[in-house]
């Protein structure tokens, strides 16, 4: 019988939604899909882990306590010393995947200037270059671009960003057991262009890609797809996924259809990535309302991926 997989689950901000959820699922039968460690201050941890099969690893200092909502410096370096000891722990060997409570990039970066979120963090501790992306059971998308202002996506859709993306979608596909994927790739301009009227990216750039990937990638569309009907022809079930060509391109549909169940997945590094697709939420912390099926599909998926090859490069 097949081991099961080792993760490593960090508490995110302390004064977030994170550590409430993480041990909510951590009291839940779920946690049996997996051998798990969990990671945050050692307050929490007594609580989390008391009774319970999922171990514990304390970060920060013995008499630090959060309080829900109101956010912080001691909190913030919980946090990055929580993702650090998670990123240290797969290059050792100890865990095969690692899911990630959410993080205030504000804060983080007050004390880490240059932290622009998680993603770009264990793409920097682990190497490789990563992709980010989403399953939420009713769309599945990923992005070719995120953290960039708008104004710098046309340069940044280099050949090699978008072949690295349409590859990404066809293993994220696979690895969740679609055979025979369908995907599609969102035009940059409205109406994809309109043939050049509303942009020349498509026709002179982009489509001429996508028309050479499909060549080597049998069911991608080989030429862009209008953002504005691409995700509901996803719902319809003609896409098995849609990549975007920026964030909120990809992440308003999504948001708006698989808000509560989405997961965000880190591909192109050497470990597997996930966390729940929200942020802390600081404003609803400690009350007791936070939806925690985000985060118990995000260990599920993790879990799933660390058991597969078809994400790989």
Same mark, same amino acid.
């Given at each position: 019988?097949?081991?099961?997989?080792?993760?490593?689950?960090?508490?995110g901000?302390?004064?977030?939604?994170?550590?409430?959820?993480?041990?909510?699922?951590?009291?839940?039968?779920?946690?049996?899909i997996?051998?798990?460690?969990?990671?945050?201050?050692?307050?929490?941890?007594d609580?989390?882990?008391?009774?319970?099969?999922?171990?514990?690893?304390?970060? %920060?200092?013995?008499?630090?306590?959060?309080?829900?909502?109101?956010? =912080?410096?001691?909190?913030?370096?919980?946090?990055?010393?929580?993702?650090r000891?998670?990123?240290?722990?797969?290059?050792?060997?100890?865990?095969d995947?690692?899911?990630? *409570?959410?993080?205030?990039?504000?804060?983080?970066?007050r004390?880490d200037?240059?932290?622009?979120?998680?993603?770009e963090?264990?793409?920097?501790?682990?190497?490789?270059?990563?992709t980010?992306?989403?399953?939420? *059971?009713?769309?599945?998308?990923?992005?070719?671009?995120?953290?960039?202002?708008?104004?710098?996506?046309?340069?940044?859709?280099?050949?090699?960003?978008?072949?690295?993306?349409?590859?990404?979608?066809? /293993?994220?596909?696979?690895?969740? %057991?679609?055979?025979?994927?369908?995907?599609?790739?969102? /035009?940059?301009?409205?109406?994809? %262009?309109?043939?050049?009227?509303? %942009?020349?990216?498509?026709?002179?750039?982009?489509?001429?890609?996508?028309?050479?990937?499909?060549?080597?990638?049998?069911?991608?569309?080989?030429?862009c797809?209008p953002?504005?009907t691409?995700?509901?022809?996803?719902?319809?079930?003609?896409?098995?996924?849609?990549?975007?060509?920026?964030?909120?391109?990809?992440?308003?549909?999504?948001?708006?259809?698989?808000?509560?169940?989405?997961?965000?997945?880190?591909?192109?590094?050497?470990?597997?990535?996930? =966390?729940?697709?929200? *942020?802390?939420?600081?404003?609803?912390?400690?009350?007791?309302?936070?939806?925690?099926?985000?985060?118990?599909?995000?260990?599920?998926?993790?879990?799933?991926?660390?058991?597969?090859?078809?994400?790989?490069?």
């Amino acid at each position: 019988m097949p081991r099961k997989p080792r993760l490593a689950i960090t508490c995110g901000d302390p004064a977030g939604v994170g550590p409430e959820i993480i041990a909510g699922w951590a009291r839940s039968r779920a946690r049996h899909i997996v051998d798990v460690v969990l990671i945050g201050p050692q307050g929490w941890l007594d609580a989390a882990c008391s009774g319970r099969e999922a171990g514990g690893v304390a970060v %920060g200092k013995p008499s630090y306590r959060a309080t829900p909502g109101l956010p =912080s410096i001691a909190g913030a370096r919980v946090a990055l010393e929580a993702m650090r000891l998670a990123a240290v722990g797969c290059r050792d060997g100890s865990w095969d995947a690692v899911v990630t *409570g959410p993080v205030s990039k504000e804060w983080c970066a007050r004390i880490d200037p240059g932290f622009v979120g998680q993603t770009e963090f264990f793409a920097a501790e682990w190497g490789g270059r990563p992709t980010m992306a989403f399953s939420g *059971g009713r769309l599945r998308v990923v992005l070719a671009t995120w953290h960039i202002p708008l104004s710098a996506v046309p340069r940044a859709l280099t050949p090699a960003v978008l072949t690295r993306a349409v590859r990404r979608a066809f /293993g994220l596909c696979r690895a969740e %057991g679609v055979r025979r994927p369908l995907v599609a790739v969102c /035009g940059l301009n409205p109406h994809a %262009g309109e043939g050049g009227l509303l %942009g020349v990216e498509e026709k002179r750039r982009i489509n001429p890609l996508l028309e050479r990937l499909a060549r080597e990638f049998r069911g991608l569309e080989p030429a862009c797809v209008p953002g504005d009907t691409a995700f509901a022809r996803a719902l319809r079930g003609e896409f098995d996924a849609v990549v975007a060509l920026f964030h909120d391109q990809g992440l308003a549909p999504l948001k708006a259809v698989d808000f509560d169940s989405a997961v965000n997945i880190t591909l192109g590094l050497p470990w597997v990535r996930t =966390s729940p697709d929200h *942020g802390t939420a600081f404003a609803i912390a400690g009350q007791g309302r936070a939806d925690g099926t985000s985060l118990a599909n995000a260990v599920k998926l993790a879990a799933r991926l660390a058991t597969s090859t078809a994400w790989r490069d």
